[in-house]
């Protein structure tokens, strides 16, 4: 049996975003407190300036992090567990209501397409006390896949 190849691609911005657009799982890496990372999952899109958007809740460790320290890491995987993945590295902010709500309509647009009811929907990010996390790229690895180094091909 062929054994898989790891690689490494290094892209320009425009390929990282074209990269990143159909893929909406992140892990999420914030700092805590005391210095260390707090890694969550969660579901991202890419809005119309290319920034990664995050749907969250005012209480979630993440976004006290952000508060505190604006740096984050993502790790945007493929929905296949062996597909290709990218760390992107950046400064996110924290937008609560009543100024989330519009971009929360575009983070649904950028994930699932047209809502069939807008202002339902809007009326149930106002309920759920939603705010919005985007994350502004500033640096990114390569495009990367597992497997062997080419060494043991």
């Known amino acids: ?5 790891a690689t490494n691609t290094e ?3 425009a390929e990282l975003i074209e990269f990143l657009r159909p893929r909406h799982r992140a892990i999420l890496m914030t700092t805590r407190r005391d ?3 707090q890694s969550s999952p969660n579901t991202c899109g890419v809005d119309p300036e290319g920034r990664i958007v995050i ?10 992090n952000i508060r505190r320290d604006p740096r984050v890491t993502l790790c945007v995987l493929s929905d296949e567990w062996n597909g290709p993945w990218v760390q992107v590295d950046g400064v996110a902010e924290v937008i609560d209501l009543p100024d989330a ?4 309509v575009e983070y649904f647009r ?10 339902e929907y ?4 106002r309920d759920q006390g939603k705010c919005l996390i985007r994350v502004t790229i500033e640096s990114w690895g390569p495009l990367a896949t597992g497997g062997f180094p080419a060494r043991l091909a």
């Open 101 to 104: 709500v519009e971009p929360l």
């Open 35 to 37: 210095g260390r990372p």
């Open 122 to 125: 809007r009326q149930a990010m």
């Open 1 to 5: 049996m062929a054994r898989t190849i």
């Open 11 to 13: 892209v320009a911005r």
């Open 55 to 64: 749907s969250s809740y005012p209480e979630r460790a993440k976004v006290a």
């Open 110 to 119: 950028c994930i699932s397409g047209e809502h069939p009811d807008w202002d």
